[in-house]
T-cell receptor
Framework: AQSVTQPDIHITVSEGASLELRCNYS??????LFWYVQSPGQGLQLLLK??????LVQGIKGFEAEFKRSQSSFNLRKPSVHWSDAAEYFC????????????FGTGTKLQVIP | GAVVSQHPSRVICKSGTSVKIECRSL??????MFWYRQFPKQSLMLMAT?????????EQGVEKDKFLINHASLTLSTLTVTSAHPEDSSFYIC?????????????FGPGTRLTVT
């Protein structure tokens, strides 16, 4: 069975500082991996996804993530955080072939302080 | 980009009544729609997957008679919570996907906050 672990429930960073959100997955083969962002009371927006190829994936809003097979990780990074990045971030894993049965992590809430 | 809407955004109902939540794909045809439930400070739990014109596939532990899903058209799916109880209070989110052939992205609706009193 596929699963996702986001070890950090809550992270606080200063505006302008760099950010790394951790994500570890469990899956028998190379899965499809996603990062979503959810603003309060809103649905989810896809930041980026990894299917195959280059292990460093660029997404929207200046985010990137790196797939590391040996560590079963897909950490999300941003070099300089903006106050508008404060939100909840979800890592997700799905089986190869598409977006069926995507399993979400428990989320990391990001707080940005001035 | 593709837009998915949900209606209502918030609903309060009394225990024992039923409530219907609509999920619409506004600018694309959704062959598949997913319904999720999100508890406070928790992740999204997939409740069911519905394909247009066929019965929904429910995840283990989800009562199909309590959470009725209808996907009658390529742009509309509905979730009806029947005989609602306070423990059904939650944030319900739908997502929609277009063509299977290109494994196109899931687009999420803004969610519906259900409160059962």
């Amino acid at each position: 069975a596929q699963s996702v672990t986001q070890p950090d429930i809550h992270i606080t960073v200063s505006e302008g500082a760099s950010l790394e959100l951790r994500c570890n997955y469990s899956y028998g083969a190379t899965p499809y991996l996603f990062w979503y962002v959810q603003s309060p009371g809103q649905g989810l927006q896809l930041l980026l996804k990894y299917f195959s190829g280059d292990t460093l994936v660029q997404g929207i809003k200046g985010f990137e993530a790196e797939f590391k097979r040996s560590q079963s990780s897909f950490n999300l990074r941003k070099p300089s955080v903006h106050w508008s990045d404060a939100a909840e971030y979800f890592c997700a894993v799905g089986p190869p072939g598409g977006y069926q049965k995507v399993t979400f992590g428990t989320g990391t809430k990001l707080q940005v302080i001035p | 980009g593709a837009v998915v809407s949900q209606h209502p955004s918030r609903v309060i109902c009394k225990s024992g009544t039923s409530v219907k939540i609509e999920c619409r794909s506004l600018d694309f045809q959704a062959t598949t729609m997913f319904w999720y439930r999100q508890f406070p400070k928790q992740s999204l739990m997939l409740m069911a997957t519905s394909n247009e014109g066929s019965k929904a596939t429910y995840e283990q532990g989800v009562e199909k008679d309590k959470f009725l899903i209808n996907h009658a058209s390529l742009t509309l799916s509905t979730l009806t919570v029947t005989s609602a109880h306070p423990e059904d209070s939650s944030f319900y989110i739908c997502s929609a996907r277009g063509s299977v052939a290109d494994s196109s992205e899931q687009y999420f609706g803004p969610g519906t906050r259900l409160t059962v009193t």
